[in-house]
């Protein structure tokens, strides 16, 4: 039987929230067409932030196999609370850096998002009402990955 040190408190009567932070000082760089094809949230949100996420949020796994975790953070992922369109407002914030437009390879009219920020919840009596902030951005004051 596994020790589990983390597991008395791991859960919403000793969290009151939990953030995830991706921060980058740099811009876009050479990556300009690329990045204004697909913005922040496709390039860093679908999978870094929500990889993480699903880490601190899983269950414990049946087992240390790649298979065990695999399916624990896949459950936490299919817990996440998605906002509805008339929340969507209340919950998520997406945002573009000065200067993004004059970038090389960017259009001129770009609306594509260089930050995203999102309040979640996952929908598990483990985490019931922790808001989970996760936010991602580009051209940020320090580098930051926490």
């Known amino acids: ?15 009151d929230q939990v953030q ?10 050479t990556r300009g067409k690329f990045f ?6 496709r390039d860093v949100g679908q999978n870094h932030l929500l990889q993480m996420l699903a880490t601190v949020a899983m269950e414990q796994p049946n087992g240390f196999f790649k298979e065990s975790v695999r399916d624990a953070r896949a459950n936490a992922i299919k817990a996440i609370h ?5 929340e ?12 993004y437009r004059q970038e090389k390879n960017v259009s001129p009219q ?3 998002e260089t930050f995203i920020a999102a309040k979640l919840f996952v929908d598990t009596p483990r985490f019931k009402d922790v808001p989970f902030y996760v936010r991602a951005g580009k051209k940020m004051e320090k580098k930051s990955w926490k």
């Open 36 to 41: 204004d094809g697909i913005g922040i949230l």
């Open 20 to 29: 995830i932070t991706w921060a980058e000082k740099e811009g876009v760089r």
């Open 1 to 15: 039987m596994p020790i589990r040190i983390f597991e008395p408190v791991w859960n919403k009567d000793h969290i």
């Open 110 to 112: 770009s609306q594509t």
């Open 82 to 86: 998605c906002p509805s369109p008339k």
């Open 88 to 99: 969507v407002k209340d919950f998520v914030m997406r945002g573009q850096y000065a200067g």
